[in-house]
């Protein structure tokens, strides 16, 4: 577990959030942006008719562990607009 937690530490300094976030503008307007907001689109509609069909009393865990996929791909996306419209602002000025 120790090493884990290392190997985690080491992979968060291997860039600053201000280098991320660089990339994560010059990610916005590529093919490969698109691809991932497709994949992510694919990935949101199989969590929906994975919820339609999962009864929220007989599988609580079911339910919730799907609502946090239809959370965690819509994570990246939320934080790239962010930025893009932060950039956006700061450009106008």
């Keep these: 577990m120790k090493n ?49 069909s999962l009864d929220p009393f007989k599988d609580p865990t079911a339910v919730a562990r799907t609502q946090g996929i239809r959370i965690g791909t819509y994570g990246i996306e939320t934080e790239v607009n ?5 950039s956006n602002k700061k450009e106008s000025k």
């Design 82 to 86: 962010r930025l893009k419209e932060e």
């Design 4 to 52: 884990e937690k290392i190997k985690e530490e080491i992979l968060f300094d291997i860039m600053s959030e201000e280098q991320m976030n660089t990339l994560f503008l010059e990610l916005a307007d590529t093919q490969l942006w698109q691809a991932i907001l497709r994949y992510n689109r694919i990935k949101d509609a199989q969590a929906i008719n994975s919820l339609a």
